[in-house]
Every structure is written in structure tokens, then in C-alpha cells.
């Protein structure tokens, strides 16, 4: 199985300023990579797919870049409702895995 | 277009739950279709998926033998089967549908199924 390990955990940071989410795959992925936004008490949100296609309608400010086994979800100016979990989620092989999680919280 | 679950409930160590899942504003079998599971506090788990080119089931290590999925296309909707069930199990079950065909990337959530397993 593909482990996904995200990091950081927790990331600190105010509105405004720049995100940056990594994802580490055990295996290359090559570029079947999504991103995905949760918020509490919601099912989980498509951001990004196959490593830096944005989902329909995300505003422009999201960015995802990588291939192999390094992938980066980016944004560039946090808005309030930017502050969420965020998971990354490998279509590679089977078993679909996916990472552990970032959470975005406002410092 | 949407997508909804039911099903869920508590139920004691080794009994089974039936999920469903109600697709609205599209054809269903056109697209996989996946469950993902949430235990409480915790992150998303790939349970299982249906394909809709030749509906092969795929299944997690942890559930293979125990849960089934299903699709009725004559009443738009995706099922999982659980069998006895463990106290790990417990978790909200989402299904989601794929972008298209038999890509494994989720447009659309349903808002999810809390599967409770106590005694």
C-alpha cells in the first residue's frame, strides 16, 4: 500500500500570508495526486486533482504542484474560510490511500 | 446533484448494517463509486469502490470479507453491506462519486452516515 505522509500537522498562519502543504508519497504516484479541503461537521471538498488541476470553480489563489513523490498544495493569500483540514490522496494503485491530514489554523 | 446516505445507527459487536446511498441529478452506474469512512477525530479511510466500466469491487484490507458493495441501477443508488462488525469500524461513511468513468477522484460527497459499533 501507498503511504501518503503529510506535513506539517498543524500549521500555524494569519490571513493574508502564504501557504504552503506538503505531501510525501512512499512510491511514485506519478501525477494522480488530489487534494482535498474538509471543515467540521462537512464531507470533505475536491480541490485539486492529478497533482495541479483545480476543481471547478476553486478561486485561483489554490495551487498544487509535484509529481512522483513529492506534491505541494499552495495558497497564495489565506482567506478566513481557508482555515481547514486538508488531506492529500494517492489513485496510483490500490488500495486508494490517502494522507493523514494538515490543519490549517489561524494564528 | 447530490448524493445521500443512510442506514446508519448502532449496533452491537458482530452484527451487520446495511448503507445506502442515493444518487440525484445524474445516472449513477455511469461513474465509480466509492465509500470512505471517518472514525471520530480522526482522518479519511478508502473503505471501497465499484466500478462502473465492469463493476469490479475493490475492498480495503480491513473490510474485505466482511462488507460488500452494490449497485441497483434501477434505483440509482450504491450499497455496503457490513458484516460483523468491530468496534473499529465505527466511523461516518461517505460515498462519493467519481469526476468520471473509473477515476478515482471524488467530485461529490454525500454528508456522510454515523456507524456506531458497541455493546
Known amino acids: 500500500e501507498i503511504v501518503l505522509t503529510q506535513s506539517p500537522a498543524t500549521l500555524s498562519l494569519s490571513p493574508g500570508e502564504r501557504a504552503t502543504l506538503s505531501c510525501r508519497a512512499s512510491?511514485?504516484?506519478?501525477?494522480?495526486l488530489a487534494w482535498y479541503q474538509q471543515k467540521p461537521g462537512q464531507a470533505p471538498r475536491l480541490l485539486i486533482y492529478?497533482?495541479?488541476n483545480r476543481a471547478t470553480g476553486l478561486p485561483a489563489r489554490f495551487s498544487g504542484s509535484g509529481s512522483g513523490t513529492d506534491f505541494t498544495l499552495s495558497i497564495s493569500s489565506l482567506e478566513p474560510e481557508d482555515f481547514a483540514l486538508y488531506y492529500c490522496?494517492?489513485?496510483?494503485?490500490?488500495?486508494?490511500?490517502f494522507g493523514q491530514g494538515t490543519r490549517l489554523e489561524i494564528k | 446533484v447530490q448524493l445521500l446516505e443512510s442506514g446508519g445507527g448502532s449496533v452491537q459487536p458482530g452484527g451487520s448494517l446495511r448503507l445506502s446511498c442515493a444518487a440525484s441529478g445524474f445516472t449513477l452506474r455511469n461513474f465509480l463509486m466509492t465509500w470512505v469512512r471517518q472514525p471520530p477525530g480522526q482522518g479519511l479511510e478508502w473503505v471501497s469502490a465499484l466500478s462502473a466500466s465492469d463493476n469490479t469491487a475493490y475492498y480495503a484490507d480491513s473490510v474485505r470479507g466482511r462488507f460488500t458493495i452494490a449497485r441497483d441501477n434501477s434505483q440509482n443508488t450504491v450499497s455496503l453491506q457490513m458484516n460483523s462488525l468491530r468496534a473499529d469500524d465505527t466511523a461516518v461513511y461517505y460515498c462519493?462519486?467519481?469526476?468520471?468513468?473509473?477515476?478515482?477522484?471524488?467530485?461529490?460527497w454525500g454528508q456522510g452516515t454515523l456507524v456506531t459499533v458497541s455493546s
Open positions: 512510491q511514485s504516484v506519478d501525477t494522480y
Open positions: 490522496q494517492q489513485r496510483r494503485d490500490w488500495p486508494i490511500t
Open positions: 462519493a462519486k467519481s469526476t468520471y468513468s473509473d477515476k478515482s477522484v471524488y467530485d461529490l
Open positions: 492529478d497533482a495541479s
